[in-house]
C-alpha cells in the first residue's frame, strides 16, 4: 500500500473511532448512563437514570432516554419526556418535573449527534415543542423563555462563616428560630412531608403532585433524597426534601404550616440543611429555581444568592409560540381563586391528574 493509501486508511479509522451512535437508554445501560453523569460537568441530579423510572411509574409517560455513544462508551445523554394532553398540548421535555434537563455531553460531536436526533424524534412524534432546560445557553437560535431564575452558592467547611455570610436581616430570622427551641429530624418516609406540601401548594392555587411521587423519588434515589423535617414542642412546622447530587445539595421541595410563621420555622429548616450539607462535606447549596418576581425568588436574594437566569430553550414543531403553562399568565387567575377554596381532599385527589401534564 502506497503513502496515499496508508493515509486514506488512517482517515477512515479515524473518522470511525470518531463517529457517534444514538440509542435508546436500555436496562443494561443504566449503570455506565448515571456513570457518565456522576463525571460530566454539564450534568445535573435530573440527568440520572433514576428519573426515567420515576417519570413512568409516578405519572405513566413514555420517556426517550438518549444515550450517544463512541467506542462502546458513553459520551453524552439527553433525557426526554414525552407528555400528551388535551389541556396543555404534545410536548418533549427535558426534563420534566426537573428544573434543569437538556444535553450533557463530552464533546461537541456527540452534543451535535444527540441534538439532531432530538430534532427528528420530535417531528417523528409530531409534538407541539420540545424544550432544553438548561443552566447554560446552547441554542440560542430557538425560542426561549426567560422567567425562571436559579440560586447557587458555594458554601464553607465552616458552619459559622455561612451564617455570617447571610445578609444581617435574615441571620437575625434564622438566630430567632434557633431561640424558639425548633429541632431537625429525617424522616424515614414523606408522609409528614407531604401533608404540609400538599397544603402549601394548595395555598398557592397550584396543584399538587401526587404522594406515589416523592415516595418513588426516596426509593429511587434512596440517600441522595432525603426529608428533613422541622419540628416545635414536638409538632411538626415545616419540611423539606432535598437531593443530593457530587458536592451539591439541592433542597428542592417543600412545606410550613401557614400557623408557624412567627416561629420562623422556613428560616431554620434552611439554615438546619445547609449547616449539617457543609459539616458532611457538600460545597455547593443550590436553592433551585423561581420565577422571576415572586415571593420565592424575593427569600433566596435575602439569603445572598445571586439569581441566575435559566436558559429554558424551544424547538417549536407545531407549535407557533412558547406556552405559558405556569401561574403567572393572566388567564389561570380565575382557576387559582377556584382553587384555593377547594376542600383539601378534593384537592389532593383532582390535582395529581392535572399536573401530571404539566411537567
Known sequence: MGNGGAALLQAAQTAEAARVTVALLAPADVEKWDAFVETCPQATFFHRAGWKTVIEQAFGHRTHYLLAQRNGGIVGVLPLTEIKSLLFGHALISNAFCAYGGIAAADENAREALDRHAQKLAWELNVNHMVYRQLRPFHTDWEGQDLYFTFRKAIDPDPEKNLLAIPRKQRAMIRKSI??????????????????????????????????????????FGKDCEVLSVLHRGQLVSSVLTFYFRDEVLPYYAGDREDARHLAANDFKYWELMRQACERGYRLFDYGRSKLGTGQYDFKRHWGFEPMPLHYEYYLVNARSVPQHNPLNPKYRLPIQVWRKLPTVVANFLGPHIVKNLG
Open 179 to 220: 431561640g424558639h427551641g425548633l429541632v431537625s429530624t429525617l424522616d424515614d418516609d414523606v408522609d409528614r412531608f407531604f401533608t404540609l406540601f400538599a397544603d402549601n401548594v394548595k395555598r398557592h392555587g397550584t396543584p399538587t403532585l401526587p404522594k406515589r411521587y416523592f415516595s418513588l423519588l426516596r426509593e429511587v
